[in-house]
């Protein structure tokens, strides 16, 4: 066929790494840069499939998030915005592990037949990268898939993650789609959000991460001019990438990133990561210098909760019920659930690591709020109830508000930028500072640990990742640890982004969590 002459014409120039076994992990495929080639050009073909299925625009994200500078990967884009429907992942994983051309070929038109995809062509993929050197030959490599199947890709350059999804949810919806108007829809919303509150005052202090966050933070404040929101920009780009900066250094080592000592105790501070779809906040505390005091996922979970409670329950009696529900992972801080289970009166739910999972349970609720504790998340609206605030959005400010909270709160995906804003906004609405949201409750001390062991996947969870199922006997170990200790909690899962197992632990003090997640990781080794 056509596209079978086409692919494998193209695919010489990216051969798959020899030895190289990719998988499609907790939000797509990360490896070394150098063995990504034949992986970019493979999701070009199948998101050129995806969009000709659909109909509709889809896109591809050239990022390896948090993880170092060297590595690379891709995160798939949806027409819906969301991320790639986990269907798909085992065609992902099929054609990225193709040995030969004519394995690959035969992929593609399985994938082809199987989708009922008859005639190639037509559609676009939109293709972006982060400040990754790697990034621009990687596109190029994707950009050359796309084409194989008659679909255009367009290159957009430079964006975090999350302006490529919101980009191609506008675009699918026929709603203004460029990188201006993500800005604008943000600024615009924000302004609405604040108004008649006093500003906040203090400078906040942005650890970017040496990564696009900068540049893209930098063209979002240009528009909040005049909105009383004074921005620092930290680690723009002149230091590595995730290096001793960003929002996974900052909640692994709970340090104060590079180029921090001269912002004051107490100061307001966050975080974001390499591609900008993460978000801690921070304040240099006092007492131990060089530490950070976290307002982690969990803590912006609770804050945007209040802001929709606060929001909800001044709406006039035509709004009729509205759900919340907050969705978490097995890695959310016991104090934090505690928290919202005894003082915001909202459903919780608790789903496996990873946003998909995360992002799919929030849709249950008419606005569904959800943070894994590394600061990944956004807050979900369902349209019926969109369309209910549209009415009433004339007479009730609530409800006017609450539209402005669902276009500032990037529904696409997990954004920090938009996450900054909602915080700032929720605080200054309050009259809150750090200390305030602070009090709201203590974390729990915990500790996180990474063991290397030869076959991670030997190691299988049940409920929502709280539990092993296998190896036999590891359970039953890790409740013996458990059980002596004072608000202890731990459990081990293999990650699905990096060839370790991740190892949480928590305990009423820090001795105490850090034995039991030693006590743990040496069961699992
Ligand atoms: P893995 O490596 O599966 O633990 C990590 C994060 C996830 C998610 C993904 C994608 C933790 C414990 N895990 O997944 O929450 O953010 O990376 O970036 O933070
Ligand atoms: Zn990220």
Not at 191 to 216: E, I
Not at 387 to 407: F, I, K, M, T
Not at 411 to 416: H, I, K, L, S
Request: charged letters at 20%.
């Amino acid at each position: 066929t056509s596209v079978g002459a086409a692919v494998e014409a193209a695919s010489a120039r990216y051969p798959l790494a020899k030895g190289f076994r990719p998988s499609y992990g907790t939000a797509g495929f990360r490896a070394l840069a150098e063995l990504l080639d034949s992986t970019m050009f493979r999701c070009g073909i199948m998101m050129a499939a995806r969009a000709i299925k659909a109909s509709a625009i889809t896109g591809i994200c050239i990022t390896a998030s948090h993880n170092p500078a060297p590595d690379n990967g891709v995160k798939l884009v949806e027409p819906s915005g969301e991320m790639l429907c986990q269907e798909w992942e085992t065609y992902a994983n099929d054609l990225a592990n193709a040995q030969t051309d004519s394995d690959l070929i035969a992929q593609v038109a399985s994938l082809l037949a199987r989708e009922g995809i008859a005639a190639p062509g037509g559609g676009i993929v939109m293709i972006a990268h982060d400040t990754r050197p790697s990034g621009p030959h990687l596109a190029e490599a994707a950009a050359a898939g796309v084409r194989c199947l008659g679909v255009e890709p367009q290159m957009c350059g430079l964006l975090t993650t999350p302006q490529l999804h919101w980009m191609v949810m506008s675009r699918n919806r026929g709603q203004p789609w460029a990188e201006a108007d993500y800005c604008a829809a943000l600024a615009g919303a924000y302004q609405q959000l604040v108004a008649g509150t006093q500003p906040l005052g203090q400078t906040l202090y942005m650890d970017c991460a040496n990564g696009v966050g900068a540049p893209k933070m930098a063209a979002l404040a240009q528009q909040l001019a005049g909105a009383g929101l004074a921005v620092d920009l930290r680690n723009t780009g002149e230091g590595v990438l995730n290096g001793g900066c960003g929002s996974d250094f900052l909640q692994k080592d709970r340090q104060l990133p590079a180029n921090y000592a001269d912002v004051p105790a107490g100061a307001r501070c966050c975080a974001v990561d390499g591609d900008s779809d993460r978000l801690m906040y921070f304040t240099p505390l006092a007492d131990t210098p060089g530490k950070a005091l976290l307002f982690d996922g969990d803590r912006i979970a609770c804050l945007s909760a209040m802001l929709l409670r606060d929001l909800i329950s001044a709406l006039p009696p035509g709004a009729g019920d509205v759900s919340v529900g907050i969705i978490q992972t097995a890695y959310a801080n016991g104090a934090a659930s505690a928290y919202i289970r005894d003082n915001l009166g909202c459903a919780v739910e608790v789903t496996p690591t990873g946003v998909k999972y995360l992002h799919e349970a929030a849709h249950h609720y008419d606005c569904g709020v959800y943070f894994e504790a590394n600061g990944h998340g956004t807050v979900l609206f369902v349209k019926d109830f969109l369309a209910r605030l549209e009415q009433l959005a004339g007479e009730s400010r609530a409800a006017a508000d609450l539209l402005a909270l669902s276009v500032v709160i990037n529904q696409a995906v997990g954004d920090a930028l938009s996450g900054i804003l909602l915080v700032e906004a929720a605080l200054r609405r309050r009259a809150w500072g750090l200390d305030q949201w602070a009090a709201l409750y203590t974390d729990l001390p915990s500790r996180q640990l990474k063991v290397t062991v030869a076959d991670r996947t030997v190691i299988t969870t049940t409920d929502a990742e709280t539990r092993c199922a296998s190896p036999a006997g590891l359970q039953a170990a890790i409740d013996a640890a458990v059980a002596p200790v004072p608000r202890g909690r731990a459990f081990v899962r293999p990650s699905g982004t990096e060839d370790v197992v991740r190892v949480y632990a928590e305990a009423d003090s820090q001795e105490a969590a850090d034995a039991l997640a030693g006590a743990v990781a040496k069961l699992v080794h």
